[in-house]
């Protein structure tokens, strides 16, 4: 079976590729160009690469035709929106229905969607079911509630879809950037360098985190389940782990001995964060296998080769 993976050159698409090669798939990957250059290449060997924009609707035209399934990854980020929230609104709500629109007249059997917990918003109540009232907090939030939504309208055109709300996601090839942050970029590098790791707020708020490799799992898995077709699913471990519980693991793994710092509240965060992973444990036999400490250690590792690296530039 033929798989179109858009975003397989990013953090959690290329290990989908990786996942679906392993498989047997043949495995595209396409590529825009909205990136380059900006991280080394981390698209499997064996995968085709397939060049087109999102926002030009007869590009997805071309790159789906012959697809059996297309797993959509490709997004502006949740930090990225902060500095452009109009190209956010472009690629994440035209470009979805841009390729939706190719993948219908195309006759794709099923759309895999990359969605986000920011659906969510507050949490009213945890851990989050797919039932969970739906009221973003920020933009990132809203665009992947249309991209959501624009799948499930089944007027003018209607495609088989998987909806996979992401959790927060973490592992190897996570890069460190000013516009693709997270808990784990901001952490493992200064747990690395022997520096105080710095918390917001009390350090008592909870996320769910998630092993990359668990997550590439899952889209292969609801992929091919015939129970996960036009269904929602939270993915993550199932588990909230605190801030600080969290600070401590990364130090206990780094050796590193300086105490955390505490400072101001983060404005976007949220206090408890936690899955309700047991629809897609029943409807697609999907659980994670990768444990929070082992991830970390294995993430670790990543961010120490690339701590090794940027000193080899330095000092040639």
Known sequence: MKCLVTGGGGFIGSHVVDHLVNNGFETYVLVSGFRSGKHPNIINKDAHIVRGNLLH???MKIVTEGMDYVLHLAAVLSHFFESDPHLTIKTNINGTWNLKRACWENG???????????VYGEPQWHPIREDHPLNPKELYGVTKLAGEK???????????YTILRLFNVYG?????????SSVMTALMPKAIRKESLQIHDDGTQKLDFVFVQDVARAFVQTMVSADSENEVFNVGSGKATSMNSLARMVNKIAENPTHSHYNREHPAYLRH???DISKIREKAEWKPLIGLENGLKRTLEFFETLE??????RDG
Not at 172 to 180: A, F, I, L, N
Not at 308 to 313: D, F, L, Q
């Open 57 to 59: 609707f007869s590009d």
């Open 273 to 275: 964060v936690q899955a």
């Open 172 to 180: 190897p090839r996570q890069y460190p950037s000013d516009h693709y």
């Open 308 to 313: 090794e690296k940027k000193n080899e530039r």
């Open 108 to 118: 794709v059997e099923r759309i895999v969607f990359a969605s986000s917990s920011f």
């Open 150 to 160: 624009i799948l499930q309208c089944v007027y003018p055109e209607k495609v088989p």
